[in-house]
């Protein structure tokens, strides 16, 4: 029987219907025996604002789409033709209203403000109240994040390392608790570990990954030290960009985990995927040693998924070219090469009677080469099943504001082999 807890690495996960889960720059909070996923709901086209969506999960692994918790607006801020990016969404405790803070802009990133919506439940749909005041004024800034301390005071992080701390009722911000500790970072994602706080940032390069690295205070105030990098140099954070820390109960105690995204410009609603791995703090430091393409999130370990590997090697940047694979199980997982040089491919499921039952867009894309899972199937019932590869030849290019290019430079779609697992 496969553990239902286990967390897979930059792969698209399915949810109830075994569509892709279509959030990034996400946030995750834990109510009653739920957590929920709040996210940017992408396009696979255009890059513009079409709703927030939000996920709910027993497990951190078998996701349900509970719908748009926060949907296009008629006009204003988050209207037709605007950005809408990194939702953000605090608990208050005080007023039992769940408070949601976003970046929203024009569709050049020429228009930043902080924007503010509210709900009564958590899984309900958040009214958008316009911009979070400070002072009166708009917060004209872009990426942010959010933390909540242990005695619920809430603050907003801002790119370049401006921290906020919000009102009690988390719907203006009060005071500037720290300004520019940070300059030229951005996707500021915060945690507490005993009497220090942690805060991350990413370099400035758009949707390419780059070594994100954090600093660390005994006050949001500060002084701020910073410590550097996270994750192996070199290694793009894991070929990622940090985007919120969550604190996991596991093992009796409390465990940062890091959430990341790895973007997939264009096609960031199929392709764009989540890597989230557990923080080991030490004192004044944390690191994530090592990536674990699969971990279990009740046991905080690395694990491996049982089945019967065979080779499947096939590599080719030619439009329509494919490889099949046919197997006798309840799932199916695909290794490969991610790299500069590579593009999209189809990924196929069809049943015994020749049905399609599945569809996936894998985006072999790396700026540093890395083997590993590219997809991992839904579970099916046990069966005879057909996979299928299809180089599309489409890759990911895209460019920052000051025209800078990013990118794949050809379509390759390289597989190794496969691994059939059984649930019986
Ligand atoms: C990144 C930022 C993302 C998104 C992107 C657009 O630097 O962190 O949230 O705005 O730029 O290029």
């Given at each position: 029987m496969m553990e239902k807890s286990y967390i897979h690495n930059g792969v698209p996960w399915f949810d109830q219907k075994g569509e892709?889960?279509?959030?990034?720059?996400v946030c995750l909070l834990k109510e009653g025996e739920k957590y929920y996923l709040f996210g940017e709901y992408k396009t696979d086209d255009v890059n513009k604002y079409i709703g927030f969506s939000c996920y709910s999960t027993e497990n951190l692994s078998d996701w349900y789409?509970?719908?748009?918790?926060l949907q296009p607006q008629?006009?204003?801020?988050?209207?037709?033709n605007r950005i809408g990016e990194r939702p953000k969404v605090i608990k208050n405790h005080k007023t039992g209203k769940f408070v949601m803070l976003m970046h929203t802009d024009d569709l050049k990133y020429m228009d930043p403000c902080i924007g503010l919506a509210t709900c009564d439940s958590i899984d309900g749909t958040f009214e958008f109240q316009g911009p979070l005041l400070f002072n009166g004024e708009?917060?004209?800034?872009w990426d942010l994040g959010t933390f909540v301390d242990e005695d619920g005071t809430a603050y907003l992080l801002i790119h370049e390392g401006d921290i906020y701390r919000l009102s009690d009722d988390y719907l203006t911000a009060v005071?500037?608790?720290?300004?520019?500790?940070?300059?030229?970072?951005?996707s500021p994602a915060m945690f507490r570990q005993d009497e220090n706080y942690f805060i991350m940032f990413s370099n400035k390069t758009s949707w390419e990954r780059n070594d994100n690295y954090y600093l660390v205070a005994?006050?949001?105030?500060?002084?701020?030290?910073?410590?550097?990098?996270?994750?192996?140099?070199?290694?793009l954070t894991y070929n990622s960009q940090c985007s919120f820390v969550f604190s996991l109960e596991a093992k009796g105690k409390n465990v940062p985990i890091y959430m990341g995204d790895r973007w997939s410009f264009p096609q960031q609603a199929s392709s764009a995927t989540q890597v989230w791995l557990p923080i080991t703090v030490v004192g004044k430091t944390c690191l994530i040693p090592e990536y674990w393409p699969v971990w279990d999130s009740e046991t905080i370990s690395k694990v491996s998924i049982e089945g019967i590997e065979e080779p499947l090697e096939f590599q080719s940047n030619k439009n329509g070219e494919s490889v099949s694979y046919t197997f006798n199980g309840s799932q199916v997982i695909v290794f490969g090469t991610s790299d500069c040089h590579s593009g999209y491919a189809d990924f196929l499921i069809y049943d015994e009677l020749g049905e399609l039952i599945h569809t996936a867009v894998v985006d072999f894309y790396s700026l540093v080469p890395d083997s590993n899972s590219r997809y991992v199937s839904p579970k099916f019932p046990t069966g005879n099943y057909m996979l299928k590869v299809i180089v599309t030849g489409t890759n990911g290019v895209w460019y920052k504001k000051d025209g800078t290019k990013f990118g794949s430079d050809d379509f390759y779609v390289t597989l190794q082999r496969v691994k059939v697992c059984n649930e019986d």
């Open positions: 892709t889960v279509n959030a990034h720059g789409f509970e719908g748009l918790a008629n006009e204003g801020l988050l209207g037709p708009p917060i004209r800034r005071e500037k608790v720290s300004e520019n500790i940070a300059p030229g970072g951005e005994k006050d949001l105030h500060g002084p701020w030290v910073n410590q550097g990098l996270f994750c192996p140099e070199g290694s």
